[in-house]
C-alpha cells in the first residue's frame, strides 16, 4: 500500500514541477530540444506512475487524474514543439 501511495504523490509530484516549469517561464528560456524532452519525460513518466496507481489502488479518482494531465501534458508538448504552425518549422528545429 505505501508503494502505491508513493507512486501517485512521484506523479503529482512530477507535474507540479511540470506546472513550476511552465508557468515560472523557465522553458522558454531553456534549449527548445532540451525543454522538449524534458516536458516529455516529465509527461511520460507521470503517466506510468499514474497508470500504475491506478492498476494496483482501489482509489481510482486520483490515478485517473493524474493519468488525464500527463495525457495533457504530453499532447500539448507535441502541438507545441513537434508541430509546425502557419508555415513557421516545429520549434524543436529552431
Do not use: K
Amino acid at each position: 500500500m505505501l508503494r502505491v501511495f508513493r507512486s501517485i504523490w512521484i506523479g503529482v509530484v512530477l507535474q507540479v514541477v511540470y506546472m513550476v516549469l511552465f508557468f515560472g517561464s523557465i522553458l522558454p528560456m531553456m534549449n527548445n530540444v532540451l525543454g522538449a524532452f524534458t516536458c516529455l519525460a516529465i509527461g511520460a513518466l507521470s503517466l506510468i506512475f499514474g497508470i500504475f496507481s491506478f492498476r494496483t489502488n482501489q482509489n481510482v479518482l486520483l490515478p485517473i487524474v493524474v493519468i488525464v494531465i500527463a495525457v495533457l501534458i504530453l499532447t500539448f508538448t507535441v502541438f507545441a514543439y513537434f508541430l509546425g504552425e502557419a508555415g513557421y518549422p516545429p520549434l524543436i528545429t529552431q
